[in-house]
């Protein structure tokens, strides 16, 4: 029942090496070099992607952009920008769309794919999803924005990826599941990684799970969870947050179950430093699908998945 998802986790590090090359970037970093503004787009997991792909490239120096794609209209380009756009499949249709609003204004042109997507201008990564809680299409996805925003001006080196993929094997410590929901919080980048992770538990799990910076958890969103939820704290162990520690002593004082995860990756790159992390989440939401008897690699059932939904 959660055989795909483990595959494709335990596959990541394999692939992740295996894309720690500057000539598979270089060619598609080049096409950004000159833009004024850069759009990254994305849906899902590849928004989140895009999230973190657009703080790399602010950090470097970059006017980066980031944006759900069926928020990307024809009225957001201006003179001089670039659009990247990421979709693990290439069939999603404001992925199309976006890419198709992208060529009609001229734009240069990046995308971030899966192996299936015969577009031109992509970088495709080389493993297909086999589960439907998606995973290593998203670290994949990730390492390749870092190399191009490397090229761009960032640390993400191909050193600094190997260095990452040898990080991938650890698993996450006693984290007690919720009997009713849980929340995850991460502060600056790491919050977009709660919300990968909170999605991936939903997905594979079925669990109640929300992903949150601090300051949003303290202003609200903390209110619902009471003694039968869980706080997941992530806290990089290189730069602890002093608000993220507090709401993790204030979910004590609450008696919420509380637990954190670290991470030892430090390698330059705000974004590399999330792979770690990110999979380490992965590996939670399979160990709590199997807790739960929960068929991981097929999230999506029922009336949500009417192909009505889910046009091609």
Known sequence: MTAQLAGMIAAQAAVIRGLADDDRTGPAAARLAGARRIWLIGTGSSLHAAELGAAELTAAGHDARWTAANAFTRDLVRDGDAAVVITHTGQTAYARRSRRIALDAGLPLVAVTGPGADWPEAVRTPLAEKSETYTVSYTAALTVLAQIAHHLGSPGRPDAVRAVAGLLGEEPGEVPAPARAMAIVGPGPWSVTAREGALKIREGARILCEGFDPDRLLHGGAVPYTAADTLLVLQPTADPDELTT???????????????????????SVLLDQIPMTVQLQRLALRFARQRGQNADLAITGAWADPDLWPG
């Open 246 to 268: 507090a709401l993790r002593h204030a979910a004590v004082l609450e008696r919420l179950q509380v637990a954190t995860l670290t991470t030892a990756a430090a390698t330059g």
